[in-house]
């Protein structure tokens, strides 16, 4: 069983930044690409960009990927999220994910295992 715990969220101002991590129990974290989504209210769960197993790819949402940046550190079975110049629109539960298919799918039905999600507000 895997389990995947979020932390990092939090209350910032729009303009600001913030790090949220996911970290991974089990062995086998190098051997799969993780991705985050997240979801705000009212909406579906929206795909934010995902890393591969090997940490050499990355894919993000069009409309992020200026923004955002995905990276790993497996020797601590993390992944993380940075998140710059905020907007209030970021605003929503981020979730990361365990991709079972290896293809950096937006897809959520692609992916096996999912953290509780961690809440990040900003403040316009």
Known sequence: QVQLVESGG???QAGGSLRLSCAASGR????????????APGKEREFVGAISWSGRSTKYTDSLKARFTISRDDAKNTVYLQMNSLKAEDTAVY????DR???LSPNP?????WGQGTQVTVSS
């Open 101 to 103: 298919v290896d293809f």
């Open 28 to 39: 086998t974290f190098g051997m799969y690409a993780m991705a985050w989504f997240r979801q």
């Open 10 to 12: 939090g209350l910032v």
């Open 109 to 113: 039905f692609d992916y096996d295992y």
């Open 95 to 98: 979730y990361c994910a365990r």
